[in-house]
């Protein structure tokens, strides 16, 4: 059990219950060419959870069976499963849209030398880490050298006619707050980048998405040592929005992990909270071949409040682009009122 399970469990988010299934985000490997302190996985290059081929044919399987329209690829850093090629080119053979959450540093690792190529001549849409414009501070956070190496990954993707709308070839950036606090508004950022990338370092993306830090695995080890994950735990109930309960990402996504395993989001899957699936013990990507996962309950704890506090967060980043993080205190909306008990 990870260490901060306990301090989660007992909570009084409101019930959620699933729609209809849109997204099959599916986590190849906890193995990554990175260790960032902000990882809610705990990736690192000594992890060595991998998922098999039998269980990425299964993927295939149910993203045909369901009619399942986007293929969102995670990790670790999902290259470096041996079978993340051919799972790619299978899913786009199928009409399936694919995204690749890449570190951008793997461009630049052995081996990877056209992964840059693969993934544009298959129209894979790139969601890539880049927690600041700032050298420095994209350093402390993820390592000496991964700033350089983001931009030259950056570039190369450039070349290709990534970033440029006129291309189709779609690249968005990630940004995560340095630490316990919530992400600015998204879209005065997104400006920010834009300007600052291109101005110093020629480069050019489609989107900004603003993702708040969860307080799970490292970040929430992190929060528990220095005496502070309570206080950001009151900063996100004291900025939920009940508005965002309407496009939280588990309501049309599920999350599999490397065995096959379903969980109703991606850091529900790393608190080994699964999801609810015709009162299966441990569903598993083969039963969404016999049973509709829409209208199950959501399993929930008090991390889910990261993605209700203030302009919401999920994969896709803010829920709600336009909220200033300067109104959410006065716009919070306590438990009581969605629909629980205090």
């Known amino acids: ?15 959620v219950s699933r729609g209809a299934l849109q997204t099959l985000q599916v986590n190849l490997g906890y193995k990554c060419n990175q260790s960032c302190l902000h990882c809610h996985v705990a990736a690192s290059p ?12 299964l993927v295939i399987e149910v993203l045909r069976a369901r009619s399942i329209g986007t293929l969102d690829l995670t990790g670790g850093a999902p290259e470096l499963n041996l079978h993340f090629r051919d799972l790619v080119r299978q899913a786009r053979k199928a009409g399936v849209r694919v995204i690749d959450r890449c570190n951008l540093t793997i461009l630049s690792e052995p081996g990877q030398e056209d992964l840059a190529a693969f993934l544009a001549e298959q129209g894979v849409e790139i969601t890539a880490s880049l927690p600041c414009y700032s050298p420095a501070n994209v350093d402390r956070q993820r390592g000496d050298g991964v700033f350089e190496r983001s931009i030259a990954g950056l570039r190369q993707l450039n070349a290709l006619g990534y970033g440029d709308a006129a291309s189709g070839l779609v690249l968005n ?32 993306f489609n989107h900004l998405h603003a993702l708040a830090n969860m307080p799970i695995q490292r970040f929430g080890s992190a929060l528990v040592s220095k005496g502070t994950f309570g206080a950001y735990m009151k900063l996100l109930r004291n900025s939920c929005r009940a508005e965002n309960l309407d496009t939280v990402m588990c309501r049309s996504l599920l999350s599999v ?23 299966l013990q441990r569903p598993h990507l083969r039963d969404l071949l016999q049973n509709d996962p829409a209208g199950a309950r959501i399993s929930v704890a008090d991390h889910c409040y990261g993605c209700t506090a203030g302009q919401g967060s999920s994969c896709g980043g803010a829920l709600k682009p336009g909220v200033s993080v300067d ?11 969605m629909g629980v008990q205090a």
């Open 257 to 279: 992990d490397w065995q096959g395993h379903l969980y109703d989001c991606d850091f529900n899957q790393m608190l080994g909270l699964r999801a609810h699936l015709a009162g």
């Open 327 to 337: 109104v959410v205190a006065s716009a919070a909306v306590p438990a009581a009122r």
């Open 46 to 57: 000594q992890r060595t959870e991998m998922m098999d081929a039998d269980t990425v044919a």
């Open 1 to 15: 059990m990870h260490a901060t399970l306990p301090l989660l469990l007992a909570t009084d988010f409101p019930p």
């Open 173 to 204: 950036l990630v940004y995560n707050p340095q630490g316990a606090v919530l992400p600015p508004p998204q879209g005065p950022l997104q400006e920010d980048y834009k300007r600052e990338l291109l101005l110093h370092f020629g480069v050019r």
